[in-house]
Structures are given as C-alpha cells and as structure tokens.
C-alpha cells in the first residue's frame, strides 16, 4: 500500500505545508480533509472517494468545500463522507450554511460505522481520542500490511488507544510541539515528541511518521528528530506529497 501525505500541517496553512489530509489513492481513501484537499482531484486513481474525518475542527474539513474541484479534475460517480454523527451534522448546519457556502457539494454524509469494508479485502475501525469536542483515530487493516492514524490528541506511552494501533506497520501521528512545550501541547489537547516516540514503541508499531506539525515552527527542522529517534528510531517528518509505503 501507498499512503500519499497531501497535507501535513496543523492548524493553518503555511507556505510549506498544507493542512492534514492523507490519501491512498489506490482504494479511494482519504483520512480528514484539511486545506491539502485540493491536491486529491491530481492524484486519484478511482470513480470514488470514501473520507473518513477525525473530527469537525476547521483545519480539518474546510477541504469539503474544495470538492467541487477535485470532481472536475478527476470524475467522480461516488463520495462519500464518514464521521461520528454530532460533526456531520455540525459540517451540513455550518459549514454548508447558504450564507456561507453556496451549494453543498454531491457527496453523502455517512455516519462511522463499527467497521468499514476496504477494498482490497482491508478493514477500516475507529476508536476515541481525548480532544476538545471529541475526535476519533482510525485502524486500516489489509492481508500483510496495516497502518493507523492518529491526530488532535495528548499521546502517552500507556494511552487508552494504544491496544487499537498495537503492532501496525506505520502509525502516522500528529505531533505539534517539541519538549519544551509539552505541557502547551497538554493543555491544548495536542502532543509532543518524546511521548509520541514512546507511545510507538510501547505499542510496537514498525514505523512513526510525524504529521500535524505546528506551523510556526522552523520549516526546515520543526521537530527535533534527534529526541524521537533516540526513543524509536524509525521516526520521520512528514512532508507535504511524500510517499510512504507499508
């Protein structure tokens, strides 16, 4: 499997990263649909798309009213938004309120259901994070390969999510700050390094991949590497349209 990492970013855009969204072109799949949800419509390689969001914060949906786009560039006969009841509805009240958005896209809203047929025999399941206005991470499972996803959340290495990501091949997670505001990370409902490194390596997980980086951070280096990779060495940046496999 290849996940696309169309936008990494947390919080705004900047002009090195776009909000979260992440894509796996080959099923249709798209995780959240930040400001990078522009950038579906180039890479999609199917007559559907399934988004599954986390949860209803601007950063990660505004990219719905971007769909229009992404269906004149690259036709589309189905689209299909998941999420937990409370947020589709809060996105078709406000988000799609006429005065301000014209016309809600053609896409149906679906409520998450307790497990979500894949194609290619995969398996999609979600579980509760702790976040302001409640969020959801997800569990992506395939004959060989699995990946979870995991954002807007305090990571720990004994979280209460850790048994639903145990033992996936890469576990993409967000990662706003660096140590030194940890407790800011804290109390924002967000997380940092060194408890994100733990966490992967408690839950025996074969590779880390930081998203939802704090766009004020240094672009170049916004997160110290160092400090996770001494923890759990398989730990990457995420960058706007890099290619991870697993």
Not at 161 to 180: F, K, M, P, S, T
Request: charged share 20%; glycine share 8%; net charge negative.
């Amino acid at each position: 499997m290849k996940l696309r990492l169309l936008g990494t970013g947390g919080f705004h855009p900047t002009d090195c990263r776009h909000t979260l969204c992440l894509m796996i072109p080959e099923c249709g799949i798209v995780l959240d649909a930040g400001t990078a949800m522009y950038r579906v419509g180039r890479f999609a390689e199917t007559p559907h798309l399934d988004i599954f969001l986390s949860h209803a914060h601007l950063d990660h949906v505004v990219g719905l009213t971007y769909l229009p786009d992404v269906a004149r560039e690259h036709p589309l006969g189905r689209i299909t938004v998941h999420g937990l009841p409370d947020k589709l509805h809060a996105l078709d009240e406000h988000l799609f309120a006429g005065d301000l958005f014209a016309e809600k896209p053609e896409c149906e809203f679906r409520p998450l259901a307790e497990e979500v047929a894949l194609p290619q025999q995969g398996r999609l399941t979600h579980f509760p994070l702790a976040h302001q206005g409640g969020s959801v991470g997800y569990r992506l499972d395939w004959p060989g390969s699995s990946m979870a996803y995991v954002t807007d959340t305090t990571a720990s290495p004994d979280a209460d999510y850790r048994q639903h990501i145990a033992g996936v091949d890469l576990l993409v997670h967000e990662c706003y700050h660096n140590d030194d505001r940890a407790d800011l990370a804290a109390q924002t409902g967000h997380s940092s390094i060194t408890a994100v490194a733990q966490l992967a390596r408690s839950a025996g997980v074969g590779r880390l991949v930081l998203v939802h980086v704090n766009p004020l951070a240094d672009a170049a280096n916004p997160l110290d590497l160092a400090a996770a990779r001494a923890i759990f060495p398989a730990t990457e940046v995420g960058e706007d349209l890099m290619v991870v496999e697993f």
